[in-house]
C-alpha cells in the first residue's frame, strides 16, 4: 500500500516538474527569440555605456536565460530522482551558482546602463555552465531519462547558443528547448506505465 502511495506522489510530482520545465523552457524561447534578433539586425556596443535600446534587450536578454537554464537543470536533476549520482549533482549545484553568477552581472550592466566587467568572471562562469552541463549530462547518461543523443548535445548547444552565441546562434538553443519540450513528457510517461 506504500509502494503504491509513493508511485503515485512520485506520478504527481514528476508531472508538475514537467510542467514546470515547460513553462520555464517556454519563457527561455521567448528570451532567445529576442535576443536573436537583437543581435542578428541591431547594433549594439561592445564594451562600455550602452547608446541603444538594443544595448539594453541584448543583455537583460541574460537574466532570465540564466534563471531558466537554472530551472531546467534542478527539474532534470530531481526528475532522475538521484540515480544521477554525484556528477549530476555537482553539475546542476556548478551550474545554477555559475549561472546566477551570469544573471547578476547582466542585471548590473543593464541597471548602470553599460557593460560592466567583473574580470574574467563572464568568460569562466560561461564555460562554466558548458562543464556544469556536461557533468549532469554525464551523470544522466545512465537512468535513461533523457535520449543519450540528446545528452550529448546539451552542453554543446547550451554553449552556442547561449552566454557566446551571436547572430541566429540562440536559435539553436530555441530548437534544443522545443526538443525538451517534446521528449522529457514522453520519457516520464513511458517510465510511469
Given at each position: 500500500?506504500?509502494?503504491?502511495?509513493?508511485?503515485?506522489?512520485t506520478g504527481t510530482t514528476d508531472a508538475r516538474l514537467v510542467r514546470v520545465v515547460r513553462v520555464a523552457l517556454s519563457i527561455g524561447i521567448v528570451a532567445l527569440v529576442g535576443f536573436?534578433?537583437?543581435?542578428?539586425?541591431?547594433?549594439?556596443v561592445d564594451g562600455g555605456e550602452f547608446k541603444y535600446a538594443a544595448d539594453y534587450w541584448y543583455t537583460a536578454a541574460g537574466v532570465p536565460m540564466a534563471l531558466v537554464g537554472i530551472v531546467h537543470a534542478f527539474a532534470v536533476h530531481k526528475l532522475q530522482h538521484g540515480r544521477d549520482g554525484a556528477l549530476g549533482a555537482i553539475g546542476t549545484w556548478l551550474y545554477a551558482v555559475a549561472c546566477a553568477e551570469l544573471a547578476v552581472q547582466c542585471a548590473a550592466s543593464v541597471?548602470?546602463?553599460?557593460?560592466?566587467r567583473w574580470g574574467p568572471t563572464y568568460v569562466l562562469c560561461s564555460f562554466l555552465t558548458f562543464i556544469a552541463l556536461a557533468l549532469l549530462a554525464a551523470g544522466s547518461w545512465r537512468t535513461g531519462l533523457l535520449p543519450k543523443w540528446l545528452l550529448g548535445l546539451w552542453p554543446v548547444v547550451w554553449l552556442l547558443g547561449s552566454f557566446f552565441a551571436i547572430g541566429p546562434g540562440p536559435l539553436l538553443l530555441v530548437a534544443l528547448y522545443v526538443v525538451f519540450m517534446i521528449v522529457l513528457p514522453r520519457r516520464i510517461a513511458q517510465r510511469s506505465s
Open positions: 500500500m506504500a509502494t503504491t502511495a509513493t508511485a503515485i506522489d536573436a534578433i537583437v543581435s542578428t539586425f541591431w547594433t549594439t541597471l548602470a546602463g553599460a557593460e560592466l
